[in-house]
Nanobody, 115 residues
Framework: QVQLVESGGGLAQAGGFLRLSCAASTTVFPINAMAWYRQAPGKERELVAAITRGGTTTYADSVKGRFTISRDNAKSTVLLQMNSLKPEDTAVYYC?????????WGQGTQVTVSS
């Protein structure tokens, strides 16, 4: 079992920034991929950004150049720095990790961007 605790959501104005953090509970083996997903009202959950244990990153086209994902393997944390926010970034953001071939989700944190 892996518990994920997210923080850092909230309200921002367009053009502003927010930083999301996700801390995973201690695991026996290293966590492989860590990622952030988001789900806007009436839409399917979508991948925002992912990072492997080695630091290889993947971004959705809609956030490239604005969002940065990073992780601290020693602390089992993953961060999402979100800059130049747009109203269309409004969604519930979920932390996601892959551990021993199972997928775990955080509880979600609301991000609202006003125009």
């Amino acid at each position: 079992q892996v518990q994920l605790v997210e923080s850092g959501g909230g309200l921002a104005q367009a053009g502003g920034f927010l930083r999301l953090s996700c801390a995973a509970s201690t695991t026996v083996f290293p966590i492989n991929a860590m990622a952030w997903y988001r789900q806007a009202p009436g839409k399917e959950r979508e991948l925002v950004a992912a990072i492997t244990r080695g630091g290889t990153t993947t971004y959705a086209d809609s956030v490239k150049g604005r969002f940065t994902i990073s992780r601290d393997n020693a602390k089992s944390t993953v961060l999402l720095q979100m800059n130049s926010l747009k109203p269309e970034d409004t969604a519930v953001y979920y932390c996601n990790v892959e551990y021993l071939q199972r997928t775990y989700w955080g509880q979600g944190t609301q991000v609202t961007v006003s125009s």
